[in-house]
């Protein structure tokens, strides 16, 4: 299994370009969900997704997209990128039930530099 | 509103020594609390997931800690490895079933050196 996987590593955008962040995963994993980490702050849920066609915002999802039109594939879109977005922006994916143990696997991230 | 602090921010031990990271919350209600490893440029990799219950998690040399009572846990590293040179975040949930509400600490970031 590759786990959770995230294209590309680096982008460098000017402001006002849109991109999309891809994320997939290949363990048959229901939640997944998008975090920005940013310098002394903790990770923050940006957008999440239970299952395929259903999406929720999560913290701070001004200025973000996403649609989960697979179980494997979960992108994110910037519509307009502006310099607050600059981060490093991680996927996860855990199996949804209704207990307490969730464990949460992450991709490798995303480092994005908006100009 | 729920928060979850960490403490020392940042730490430097020598190879082979032992340490202890401290997570303080004040989320309510709890249902488990997490300890997670970041590498440097790395996405975040669990260690330990602890429910309420339970007092004590080990995996390998690192073992966690949880007072449910006092809303503290920690993170013992047993000697030490230049591997563990990581940061170490805090993660705790408030509610059972999906992760959507996860408090995530700002990490402890250590350096183990020679």
């Known amino acids: 299994n590759a786990g959770v996987t995230q294209t590309p590593k680096f982008q460098v955008l000017k402001t006002g370009q849109s991109m999309t962040l891809q994320c997939a995963q290949d363990m048959n994993h229901e939640y997944m969900s998008w975090y920005r980490q940013d310098p002394g702050m903790g990770l923050r849920l940006i957008h999440y997704?239970?299952?395929?066609?259903?999406?929720d915002q999560g913290e701070v999802p001004n200025g973000y997209n996403v649609s989960r039109s697979t179980t494997e594939d979960f992108p994110l879109r910037l519509l307009s990128a502006a310099p607050s977005q600059t981060s490093v922006y991680f996927c996860a994916s855990s199996i949804r039930t209704s207990g307490r143990r969730n464990e949460q696997f992450f991709g490798p991230g995303t480092r994005l530099t908006v100009l | 509103k729920n928060q979850v602090e960490q403490s020392p921010q940042s730490l430097i031990i020598l190879e082979g020594k032992n340490c202890t990271l401290q997570?303080?919350?004040?989320?309510?209600?709890?249902?488990?609390l997490r300890w997670y490893k970041q590498d440097t440029g790395r996405g975040p990799v669990s260690l330990t997931i602890m429910t309420f219950s339970e007092n004590t998690k080990s995996n390998g040399r690192y073992t966690a800690t949880l007072d449910a009572d006092t809303k503290q846990s920690s993170l013992h590293i047993t000697a030490s490895q230049l591997s563990d040179s990581a940061s170490y975040i805090c993660v705790v949930s408030p509610h059972t079933g999906t992760a959507s509400k996860l408090t995530f600490g700002t990490g402890t970031r250590l350096q183990v050196t020679l």
């Open positions: 997570c303080n919350y004040t989320v309510s209600p709890f249902s488990n």
């Open positions: 997704s239970v299952g395929a066609g259903i999406t």
